[in-house]
Antibody, heavy 120, light 110 residues
Framework: EVQLVESGGVVVQPGGSLRLSCAAS????????MHWVRQAPGKGLEWVSL????????YYADSVKGRFTISRDNSKNSLYLQMNSLRAEDTALYYC?????????????WGQGTLVTVSS | QSVLTQPPSASGTPGQRVTISCSGS????????VYWYQQLPGTAPKLLIY???QRPSGVPDRFSGSKSGTSASLAISGLRSEDEADYYC???????????FGGGTKLTVL
């Protein structure tokens, strides 16, 4: 059974930094690209970032480009999101999601999310 | 403003068939596969349809997807009260080099 467990969400001040983690199990982690997707309170889904199976290719939404960095450690079956220069509009539930075997396509499995609140 | 356009709401009575539309452009739906998700209140999204019209195992055949040109649709037949949820379409966008979502459609079962 695919399991994705996010952690690291906290309350942080504007301009601060945060690193989210996602622990994956139940599948061969280094066979799949991985996504981060976020959802602001009461709002729709917003794609944040994607990393290829080997970490060699990364993609970002314009809203986070230059501030967020996606990475992975295949030896630890883990996905990360380094978030810098945080803004109030980054407040959201952040989901880790597994891509399909087809690669750069939308995800199939999602974690339960970790909440990031940017507030002074 | 989402790149993919969905109606904000839809409704139907039990047993009815409802459809939810998703409109995009040549750089996303027109050249890539469409995925559909169901999000029940307080839960993570669940994949309903992948690659335009394929159902993952465990998804009832009451749910079906289609695509034509730069638009796609999700159809739900034999509507049930447990289908009341938010539904999202998604696709890769070649111009943005990123994934895009629709704004979501809230389905109410009357």
């Amino acid at each position: 059974e695919v399991q994705l467990v996010e952690s690291g969400g906290v309350v942080v001040q504007p301009g601060g930094s945060l690193r989210l983690s996602c622990a994956a199990s139940g599948f061969t982690f280094d066979d799949y690209a991985m996504h981060w997707v976020r959802q602001a309170p009461g709002k729709g889904l917003e794609w944040v970032s994607l990393i290829s199976w080997d970490g060699g290719s990364t993609y970002y939404a314009d809203s986070v480009k230059g501030r967020f960095t996606i990475s992975r450690d295949n030896s630890k079956n883990s996905l990360y999101l380094q978030m810098n220069s945080l803004r109030a509009e980054d407040t959201a539930l952040y989901y880790c999601a597994k891509s399909t075997i087809f690669g750069v396509e939308p995800p199939d499995y999602w974690g339960q999310g970790t909440l990031v609140t940017v507030s002074s | 403003q989402s790149v993919l356009t969905q109606p904000p709401s839809a409704s139907g009575t039990p047993g009815q068939r409802v459809t939810i539309s998703c409109s995009g452009s040549s750089s996303n739906i027109g050249s890539n596969y469409v995925y559909w998700y169901q999000q029940l209140p307080g839960t993570a999204p669940k994949l309903l349809i992948y690659r335009n019209n394929q159902r993952p195992s465990g998804v009832p055949d009451r749910f079906s997807g289609s695509k034509s040109g730069t638009s796609a649709s999700l159809a739900i037949s034999g509507l049930r009260s447990e289908d009341e949820a938010d539904y999202y379409c998604a696709a890769w966008d070649d111009s943005l080099s990123g994934q895009v979502f629709g704004g979501g459609t809230k389905l109410t079962v009357l």
